[in-house]
């Protein structure tokens, strides 16, 4: 006999995030599932950076980082600000800082 228990499982129903919402989650993290993106938001982590900057960093050229800086970028990740003829790139908000740091820490422990 299942031992479901109702009470739980209507109240996590009720306290659950909409679908738009938890699509957009899971688009966030299928995001950040790449390593090479992950080495240019920890690079954004420590200062704002133009895409030549990016692509010395993670040895890569600036069409390529181009493109993953768009994939961040639409992920609301990154953002960027222009200067003259110069993009330059950092994270979008806190929450992103925050999110990265903890995963950074969480993967260090044992």
């Given at each position: 006999m299942p031992c479901v228990n109702q009470e739980r499982v209507d109240r996590v129903r009720r306290l659950m995030p909409d679908g738009d919402r938890l699509e957009e989650t899971a688009g966030i993290f299928k995001v950040l599932g790449d390593v090479t993106?992950?080495?240019?938001?920890?690079?954004?982590?420590?200062?704002?950076?133009?895409?030549?900057?990016?692509?010395?960093?993670v040895e890569a050229s600036p069409s390529a980082v181009s493109h993953q800086l768009r994939l961040l970028r639409a992920a609301r990740l990154v953002r960027p600000r222009r200067e003259g003829k110069m993009i330059y790139y950092r994270l979008d908000d806190d929450h992103v800082r925050r999110l990265l740091k903890e995963g950074l820490v969480h993967a260090a422990e044992d």
């Open positions: 993106r992950m080495k240019l938001l920890c690079a954004l982590l420590e200062e704002e950076l133009c895409v030549c900057d990016l692509a010395e960093f």
